[in-house]
């Protein structure tokens, strides 16, 4: 930190602002604090003590201060909270290092607009004129129709509480204003314009407290904000684009039993994402990994950063814990002390198997840690992919493709960056990694076999009973070879013909996956004295027949009703992943000579 320290705050009627200074060097220290109604006073702060000061509303609409310290750099520490009487309005004074401060323009994220009503108030810090514009976005950012005010000079010093009329206005006829980024574009140069934002909600009368600030160093680019969703709790964390380019950043929950992770996600010039921590836990919603956050957790830490991204991506991110029942309103946006570094992984899986004019979609993973040198897995994309041996099997966006049969291996090269820090700020490298993953390529799949079909006691008749049938089948090619590579087999049943109770039409099964070999085992339960329309999923990657049989050899009309024989019709398919075609079972399963030999 620097020598100086400035913050403007509104003045509320019956109010009072409290600022805390804090000597955190071993020495004592002189700090001067100037007024922006020209009055002044000099404060001794010795050694580790901290000295307040209170300073009563005056009859203006906003106050602005000015410190400045004798002491070592970075030694005095400055907190302030404006205190209504009444309660009507508490919040907090944010101070700007404007010697520090790394560009001219504001930024501000989630800013309600919705049944409350926003302040922002703003100063010139500087001794010259300058020029301000705000501007106030959608979640969609620039290309979402932006509610701009007019721009507006600054006089050397002095105060503006901004006329907000046009946006409110604008937000009664627009849910997408319910919440904006806000955008204060300053002509001026970097720490020359200072601002604070406000909201106060028109039915429970709470404060939230905004930052407005400019997007600071790289270390600036992440976060890492306690959160509660416990009793009437509840914590939403918003991320915002507030740089010139598209930026990408990543998302990892962290509680015990964790963590969670959020895939690494672009966003657009001004695009906010904003995430619900209860919202999330109530409705499962999966992370990258299809993990969701357990039903009784309530509180975690939410860590954010940066990913790889080339140029100078910026992005700002603040949680907001709000108790109505117990008046608290607190915004968080702490940063950690770089971005996180990586990701180095590779394919995943590092094997992959698929037919010829089939298809299968690769994947990836990559870990990162972060500047406490915590791991943790994340995303990974390739920017660039190819295979080996165009003639086996070839990659077009992610997808591989089987041409003919053989093995090959695809390839693919990702970047990844890692982060330096001097104690002052941030510093990135960028590299390029890559990996390899073996292909083979089998023949297409042409028919199903029987490898094995056990069949179950019948009940005696007319008792009612289960019978229990499993029927071990394999995908092979037109020459009975395996079919080789894991793969995804999905049955479904239409139409069935005779003995069936009411003909009904029962619903498929997914069978995920095969084994290497392409077996895959179907159960059947049959019970009798049961009159029902249908063949129901079964848990077991198969069908229940429930039906009424007019006979007692009950697998009699099992063979006749599910394995037909040789002659009769009926629509039981078995698709294959990677397959254009589907396999009639009944035509393979039982010809005019009976059940095949396993």
């Known amino acids: 930190g620097s020598d100086t320290r400035e913050a403007v705050w509104l003045t509320p009627k019956k109010s009072t602002a409290v600022i805390a200074l804090g000597n955190s060097s071993n020495v004592p220290i002189r700090a001067t604090a100037q007024f922006s109604d020209g009055e002044a006073e000099e404060i001794e702060i010795q050694e580790g003590a901290t000295k307040f000061i209170r300073r009563p509303a005056r009859h203006h609409d906003a106050e602005s201060i000015k410190l400045t310290t004798d002491g070592p750099a970075g030694s005095l520490r400055v907190a302030g909270f404006i205190l209504a009487d009444d309660h009507g309005f508490t919040s907090s004074i944010r101070f700007h290092d404007t010697k520090k401060i790394v560009q001219p323009n504001l930024y501000a994220t989630n800013l309600t607009l919705k049944n409350a009503n926003p302040r922002i108030v703003l100063k010139n810090a500087s001794d010259v004129d300058l020029s301000a514009r705000p501007r106030f976005f959608t979640a969609a950012g620039e290309q979402d129709n932006p509610v701009e005010l007019p721009a507006m000079t600054l006089q050397p010093h002095q105060i503006v509480n901004l006329d907000l009329r046009a946006l409110t206005q604008a937000a009664a006829s627009r849910p997408d204003l319910d919440s904006v980024s806000v955008q204060v574009l300053n002509s001026g140069a970097p720490g020359s314009l200072i601002g604070a934002a406000y909201s106060k909600e028109g039915s429970s009368q709470l404060t939230y407290d ?74 499962q919603q999966p992370d990258r990994t299809g993990k969701t956050l357990p039903l009784t957790l309530d509180q975690g830490q939410f860590h954010w950063s940066l990913a790889p991204t080339r140029g100078e991506p910026r992005i700002v991110g603040r949680a907001e814990v709000v108790s109505r029942s117990g008046r608290v309103a607190s915004s968080y946006s702490c940063p950690v002390c770089c971005p996180d570094s990586g990701p180095y992984g590779g394919f995943d899986p590092s094997a992959y198997g698929l037919n010829v004019d089939g298809f299968v979609y690769t994947n990836a993973h990559g870990d990162y840690y972060d500047c406490y040198f915590n791991y943790y897995q994340g995303s990974l994309s390739f920017y660039q992919m190819w295979t080996y041996d165009t003639s086996i099997a070839t990659v077009n966006g992610g997808e591989l493709n089987g041409i003919a049969v053989g093995d090959t291996e695809v390839a693919g090269l990702y970047n990844y960056w890692y982060w330096s820090n001097d104690g002052m700020d941030c510093y990135v490298q960028y590299d390029t990694g890559g990996d390899n993953a073996p292909v083979d390529v089998g023949s297409s799949p042409d028919h199903v076999r029987v490898i094995s079909d056990v069949q179950g006691t019948p009940a005696s008749c007319p008792s009612t009973g289960l019978n229990v049938r499993l029927v071990t089948l394999q995908i092979v090619d037109i020459n009975n070879h395996d079919v080789t590579g894991f793969v995804s087999v999905s049955e479904s049943l239409s139409n069935i013909s005779t003995n069936t109770c009411g003909n009904g039409q029962p619903s498929g099964s997914t069978c995920f996956p095969a084994d290497q070999g392409g077996q895959f085992t179907d159960q059947m339960v049959v019970s009798q004295n049961v009159c029902n329309s249908g063949i129901n999923r079964n848990s077991g990657c198969g069908y229940t027949l429930i039906s009424n049989w007019s006979w007692c050899s009950v697998f009699s009309g099992v063979n006749r009703s599910i394995w037909t024989y040789s002659g009769e019709t009926r629509s039981n398919l078995i698709k294959v992943d990677g397959s254009s075609t589907s396999i009639p079972i009944g035509t393979y399963l039982y010809g005019s000579g009976g059940p095949p030999t396993p």
Do not use: C
């Open 210 to 283: 905004v930052p407005l600030r400019d997007s600071g160093k790289y270390r600036n680019g992440t976060g890492s904000y306690p959160w509660r969703i416990d009793e009437d709790y509840s914590t939403v964390v918003a991320v915002t684009n507030v740089g010139n380019q598209p930026a990408r950043f990543q998302v990892e929950i962290r509680y015990p039993g964790g963590p969670y992770s959020i895939k690494a996600r672009e966003l657009a010039i001004g695009e906010t994402a904003t995430f619900d921590l209860r919202q999330m836990r109530d409705e």
